[in-house]
């Protein structure tokens, strides 16, 4: 089933002499339970495609459907209550709430819709991401693995139709971002959680489904792993 579909997205900033196409004429689709990882090299427009997926940023033109849905037809205030419901987004600094612990920030995203914590899916996630003796935990008492897993079950406590994952290891040391790709291939596998990874390494878009090469804000490359 497909749960996204690009089609001929731009994002164009300047004009004249300083035009840049960030994203230039992209479209493709995605199956839901697929794990994605798109590269690139420094200013390929890779996140800034990533942005324009999950609703942050406007496109110049062009469409991204969710789960059936045209993002870009709604307003504002529906998107982004659109994306607190249906897009999940992990970024390399995390972002998480210092005042809250690690509980408290996990389930911010249903506290924010007035939902009812499943405490079974909490629990759940909680153990699956080794989190469950530090749940009292503020942030600053957590090391960047931890922190980056706590992110990763914010995300997904929702169950959305698609995870948005920008350099999630980005800010970790090797050993702590081998454990956060394989977390992300858990949450994939054992959640049937939709991935979509940026990533500017090699060796970690190879645990991916499916790799896209952005270059020059085009898609010069899409391949399965």
């Known amino acids: 089933m497909e749960i996204l579909k690009v089609e001929n997205l731009y994002k164009i900033y300047g004009k004249g002499e300083n ?34 997926l999950g609703g942050v940023d406007k496109p110049t033109s062009g469409k991204v459907y969710i789960d059936g849905v045209d993002i870009y037809s709604m307003k504002d205030d529906d998107i982004a ?79 959305p139709s698609i995870i948005l994952a920008d350099e999630p290891t980005g800010n970790l040391d090797s050993e702590a971002s081998e454990e956060i790709v394989s977390l992300l291939k858990l949450s994939n596998k054992k959640y049937n ?20 090469t952005i270059e020059d804000g085009k898609i010069i490359k899409d391949e399965r792993n």
């Open 19 to 52: 035009k840049v196409n960030a994203v230039d004429n992209v479209s493709f689709s995605v199956e839901k339970g697929e794990f994605i990882a798109i590269i690139g090299a420094s200013g390929s427009g890779k996140s800034t495609l990533l942005h324009l």
């Open 81 to 159: 209550i659109f994306r607190r419901r249906q897009v999940g987004l992990i970024y390399q600094f995390y972002n998480l709430i210092p005042i809250l612990n690690v509980k408290e920030n996990i389930t911010l995203p249903c506290l924010l819709d007035s939902n009812k914590v499943d405490k079974k899916r909490l629990n759940e996630l909680l153990d699956v991401l080794n989190l469950k003796e530090r749940e009292s935990n503020l942030p600053n008492q957590l090391s960047g693995g931890q922190q980056q897993r706590v992110a990763i079950a914010r995300a997904i406590i929702n169950n």
């Open 193 to 212: 959680q939709t991935i979509i990874m940026i990533t500017h390494d090699l060796e970690i878009a190879s645990n991916a489904d499916r790799i896209i």
